[in-house]
């Protein structure tokens, strides 16, 4: 070989160089393949939010067994409920609150 190319393949900034092109290609190619390969396509079709978050709750929220902590639960939500609908003291229904500036 030329003495010229003997000092430009001995750099080591042309071997850098060289290492990330040959890890580049190999990682182009691995991308290109799962992208147009029929091997690795799932037949799955996405699911929708909701029944993604119906799933994680029943995995994850349990029955009350207890009919007595049931009834206790079904009496704070009614009492929630209807706290929630009642306007606050001074408030009429329909009536919209003033922004207040501090």
């Known amino acids: 070989m030329f003495p010229i190319y003997a ?3 001995a750099q080591p900034w042309f071997i850098i160089l060289m290492l990330l092109i040959f890890f580049g290609l190999i990682v182009f190619a691995v991308i290109m393949i799962k992208r147009h390969s029929s091997l690795f396509k799932s037949e799955e079709a996405p699911k929708s939010e909701e029944e993604v ?14 009919k007595a902590a049931a009834e206790q ?16 003291e001074g408030e009429e229904l329909g009536e919209d609150k ?3 500036n501090n």
């Open 98 to 100: 003033p922004i207040e």
């Open 73 to 88: 639960m079904a009496n704070f939500d009614q009492e929630e409920a209807i706290k929630d609908e009642a306007p606050e």
């Open 53 to 66: 978050v119906k799933e994680e709750l029943d995995r994850v929220l349990e029955d009350v067994e207890d």
């Open 7 to 9: 000092d430009v393949f």
